[in-house]
């Protein structure tokens, strides 16, 4: 069993930045792939970015170059960098672990991840 607990998220004007973080339960934190998914009201869950346990990252194009993914295998805590936010961002950010080996992308969909976090939310206006 793995238990997540994401933090971090809040209400951020466009332009702003906010770091998200997912505290994991499990000491064998470093053998789960992690991702960060994302939805927005009326919309389904989409992927935002995933690490590997060696860290090896995948980040949707929606967000390449504006949010970085990284983990801390000794503190079993998952980050997200986000900058320069825009209003199409806001939606519950949720985390989440999935057994490795697994494909460890953002095109893998959900169905290989066994545990989520009760998800954040961040409001972004313009």
């Known amino acids: 069993q793995v238990q997540l607990v994401e933090s971090g998220g809040g209400s951020v004007q466009a332009g702003g930045s906010l770091r998200l973080s997912c505290a994991a339960s499990?000491?064998?934190?470093?053998?789960?792939?992690m991702g960060w998914f994302r939805q927005a009201p009326g919309k389904e869950r989409e992927a935002v970015a995933t690490?590997?346990?060696?860290?090896?990252?995948s980040t949707a194009d929606s967000v390449k170059g504006r949010f970085t993914i990284s983990r801390d295998n000794a503190k079993t805590t998952l980050y997200l960098q986000m900058n320069s936010l825009k209003p199409d961002d806001t939606a519950m950010y949720y985390c989440?672990?999935?057994?490795?080996?697994?494909?460890?992308?953002?095109?893998?969909?959900?169905?290989?991840?066994?545990?989520w976090g009760q998800g954040t939310q961040v409001t972004v206006s313009s």
């Open positions: 690490i590997t346990p060696n860290g090896r990252t």
């Open positions: 989440a672990a999935g057994p490795w080996p697994m494909q460890c992308t953002v095109v893998s969909g959900t169905s290989e991840y066994g545990y």
């Open positions: 499990r000491y064998t934190y470093s053998s789960y792939c």
